[in-house]
């Protein structure tokens, strides 16, 4: 499977673009809890990216490129923001931090990807979920 890449500027085409690479990880034979993870991720990184990252500027556009084969996914989500600290980010599991909305995305897809990494700007997330049949 080649890489794809995809531009997006909003939720609606971000869904569009997760739905190809989820239909790529069924054909691979990815489970059912592969995919959510793999999903979960995804609209993480999208969803901050948009929001985030871009402000909702839909004159600024996400870059997603994303691999799927039958042994592992690849996924790259960069944004035209300034980027942020991955790192500075409030622990949102700590109880001062409970009602806070910031962290979350990050967090999850820490815990439901096999590898999370940022680019020194904070603008693009790299994330890798091995397929274990």
């Known amino acids: 499977m080649a890489k794809m890449v995809r531009t997006v500027t909003d939720y609606a085409s ?6 190809e690479l ?9 489970s ?7 999903r979960l991720a995804f609209e993480e990184a999208t969803n901050n990216a948009i929001r985030h990252g871009n402000a909702m500027d839909p004159a600024k ?6 691999e799927v084969t039958a042994r592992r996914t690849t996924i790259s989500v960069a944004d035209e923001g300034r980027g942020f600290d991955p ?3 409030p622990d949102p599991t700590c109880d001062e931090n409970l009602e806070k909305p910031g962290g979350r ?13 940022f ?3 904070g603008n693009r997330v790299s994330m890798v979920k091995h397929n274990r049949p």
């Open 61 to 66: 556009g996400v870059r997603i490129e994303y």
């Open 87 to 89: 790192d500075g980010l």
């Open 14 to 19: 971000a869904r569009i673009v997760q739905r």
């Open 32 to 38: 059912e809890e592969t995919a959510f993870a793999i």
């Open 119 to 121: 680019n020194r700007r």
């Open 105 to 117: 995305g990050v967090m999850l897809m820490r815990a439901y990807m096999d590898k999370v990494t």
């Open 22 to 30: 989820l239909e790529q990880a069924r054909q691979r034979g990815y």
